[in-house]
C-alpha cells in the first residue's frame, strides 16, 4: 500500500547540528482496509464483522494446498466448494473456516493455543418470512418446508456448531475430528429423529424446539487408497443436494424431493477416496431419523459411489442410502438415489437428482382396521382396495438446480422438480407434485446472506395446499442467515 509522507516527517537539512531524529510514518488506513483485531473481545468482534462487511481487498494469500482435483466452486456465492457428500469431511481439500467469533477468539492472549487445539466455535441465526396464497392457520403451505407456516415470520434455525476438523490434505499421519451441532428453532420439526428429544414433537408437538443433528467423531487415515474417513455418531444423511442446515443450501425453501427423504442416520460410515476419479462409502446404522435404543431402529445399510471427471467439473453419485427390511415403522424408508453435478463454465452449473424410496406393509389409511397400526409422525397409505390392511407403498422423485453466478457476492436459483407421492404415505395425500421456484442469493461479506425467492407448486390429484383445500400455492418468501 503507498504511504503519505508530508514535509513534517522529514527532518530539515537546513536545521541545527542535532536535528530531532525523522519519525517513521504511520501506515495510511481507510474504510476499505482491515482492522486489526484489537482491544478487548468484543471490541474485536466489532472489528471483525467491520473488516469482512467493508474491506475490499482480495489479497488472501497463496492459495491452501488441497489434493486431487481442485474445488469447481467458491463459496461464497455458493453453499460449497467441492460438490457435496455426505458422511465425511471433504478428503483431500483443507477446512479455511474463520468466522468472526473464531477471529476474535485468535486474536486474544491465548488465541495461538486456540490455533494449535484446532477446534472452533461457530454458527449462525436465520429467520424468514412467507406470503403466500395459503390464507388457512397453522401449517397452511405444507407440504412445502421450512417455511411451512403460511403468511408469517419464523424463527426457523439458530444453531452452534463445535467443532474440529481433520487435516485431510496431509498424507504422513492419522488425524481426528468431532462435531456437536445444536440447532433450535422450527426446523427441529424437520431435524427430529425418534428417540433423541423427540417428545417435543412426537408428544407435545411444540412449534419451536430444540435438537442435535449432528453429534460424531472423525477418525482420518491417510494410508489407506487416497485417504479415509471414518465417521462415528449421529450424522447427515449421505445423499441430496439440500441439507438441514441452511447455510448448504442455495435457497431458503425445500424441494419436495428433499422434504420427504431420510435426514440423519445414527452409526459408523467409512468414506474412502480411491483415486482422484472414485469415492466409495459404506456405513452401518439403525436407519433413517431413529435412535438405536428405539423399537423402530432396524439395522440398516448404507452404500455410495461417485466418480469424478472433467478435472472436477462433474460429479455422479449413487447411493443405496438405507438397505434393511423396509417394513413399516418410523421413517423405515428403503431409498436409492442418483445424483448429477456439471460445471458448464465459470458462470453456469447445473445439479439433478433423482430417488426412488418405499416402505411395505404400510397400513392402510382407509380400513378402520389399520389405524392402530399406524405410528404418530409416520403417514400410513391409501391403499388401492379398502380392504386391504396393509400395502406397498413406493414414491419417486426428481429434482433439478441451474445456477447462475451474477458475481462474487450474488447468484441465481431456478428450481424444477416433480414428485410422486403414489400411495400418499409420504405427504398425507396421494398425487402427483410439480414446483418452480427463481431464487437470489446476495452476501454482505461473507456473513450476512439473504436469499429471496418466488415459488410455485401445484398437485394433479389432490388438495394438499391450505390444509387441505387447494391444489395449487404461490409463495414469496425470503430468509436472512447471520453468521457468527
Not at 426457523?156 to 451441532?181: C, K, N, S
Not at 428403503?334 to 447445473?350: M, Q, V
Not at 380392504?387 to 457476492?409: Q, R, S
Not at 403414489?422 to 431464487?439: A, D, F, W
Request: hydrophobic share 30%; net charge negative.
Amino acid at each position: 500500500m503507498p504511504v503519505s509522507v508530508t514535509p513534517a516527517d522529514v527532518a530539515d537539512p537546513n536545521a541545527g547540528s542535532n536535528p530531532d531524529p525523522p519519525v517513521d510514518p504511520a501506515p495510511v488506513t481507510t474504510a476499505h482496509d482491515p482492522q486489526p483485531l484489537t482491544g478487548n473481545f468484543f471490541s474485536r468482534l466489532y472489528k471483525a464483522y467491520s473488516n469482512d462487511w467493508t474491506t475490499t481487498s482480495t489479497d488472501s494469500g497463496p492459495a491452501p494446498a488441497f489434493r486431487g482435483y481442485p474445488a469447481p466452486e467458491s463459496d461464497p456465492p455458493w453453499p460449497f466448494t467441492v460438490w457435496p457428500y455426505g458422511g465425511s469431511v471433504v478428503i483431500g481439500q483443507p477446512f479455511t473456516q474463520s468466522g468472526p467469533l473464531m477471529e476474535a477468539i485468535w486474536s486474544g492472549a491465548d488465541g495461538e493455543a486456540w490455533k494449535k487445539l484446532g477446534i472452533q466455535i461457530y454458527g449462525w441465526l436465520n429467520g424468514g418470512f412467507n406470503v403466500s396464497t395459503s390464507k388457512g392457520g397453522g401449517y397452511s403451505n405444507y407440504p412445502a418446508a421450512y417455511a411451512e407456516r403460511g403468511n408469517s415470520v419464523q424463527m426457523d434455525q439458530e444453531v452452534l456448531y463445535i467443532e474440529r476438523q481433520p487435516d485431510t490434505v496431509q498424507t504422513d499421519h492419522i488425524d481426528w475430528g468431532f462435531r456437536i451441532a445444536p440447532i433450535y428453532g422450527l426446523d427441529y420439526r424437520f431435524t427430529t429423529s425418534k428417540g433423541i428429544l423427540s417428545n417435543q414433537l412426537l408428544g407435545k408437538n411444540q412449534e419451536n424446539g430444540f435438537d442435535v443433528p449432528m453429534a460424531y467423531f472423525d477418525l482420518y487415515i491417510p494410508q489407506v487408497a487416497q485417504g479415509m474417513n471414518i465417521r462415528i455418531g449421529r450424522y447427515i444423511s449421505l445423499p441430496d443436494i439440500e441439507a438441514q442446515l441452511a447455510p448448504n443450501n442455495y435457497t431458503y425453501s425445500h424441494s419436495l424431493t428433499y422434504t420427504f427423504d431420510c435426514y440423519t442416520q445414527s452409526g459408523i460410515n467409512i468414506s474412502t477416496m480411491l483415486s482422484k476419479h472414485w469415492l466409495f462409502q459404506l456405513g452401518f446404522s439403525a436407519g433413517c431419523d431413529v435412535a438405536p435404543w428405539t423399537k423402530d431402529a432396524k439395522p440398516t445399510v448404507n452404500s455410495c459411489l461417485g466418480y469424478y471427471t472433467h478435472e472436477g467439473g462433474d460429479n455422479i453419485y449413487f447411493c443405496a442410502n438405507s438397505i434393511n427390511n423396509s417394513k413399516y415403522a418410523y421413517n423405515n424408508l428403503a431409498a436409492y438415489y442418483l445424483t448429477w453435478y456439471h460445471k458448464f463454465n465459470d458462470r453456469w452449473h447445473t445439479d439433478t437428482e433423482s430417488w426412488y424410496q418405499y416402505e411395505k406393509d404400510t397400513p392402510n389409511v382407509n380400513n378402520p382396521a389399520a389405524q392402530s397400526l399406524i405410528e404418530t409422525g409416520a403417514n400410513g397409505a391409501v391403499c388401492k382396495q379398502s380392504f386391504d390392511l396393509t400395502c406397498y407403498a413406493p414414491e419417486w422423485a426428481i429434482v433439478n438446480y441451474v445456477e447462475e453466478k451474477l458475481g462474487p457476492k450474488d447468484y441465481l436459483s431456478f428450481r424444477t422438480e416433480f414428485f410422486d407421492d403414489l400411495v400418499g404415505q409420504r405427504t398425507g395425500y396421494k398425487t402427483r407434485y410439480s414446483e418452480h421456484l427463481i431464487g437470489w442469493g446476495h452476501w454482505v461479506g461473507s456473513t450476512v446472506l439473504f436469499r429471496p425467492e418466488l415459488r410455485w407448486e401445484h398437485a394433479y390429484d389432490a388438495t394438499p395446499y391450505d390444509n387441505g383445500t387447494r391444489h395449487s400455492q404461490f409463495m414469496f418468501a425470503s430468509d436472512c442467515i447471520f453468521f457468527f
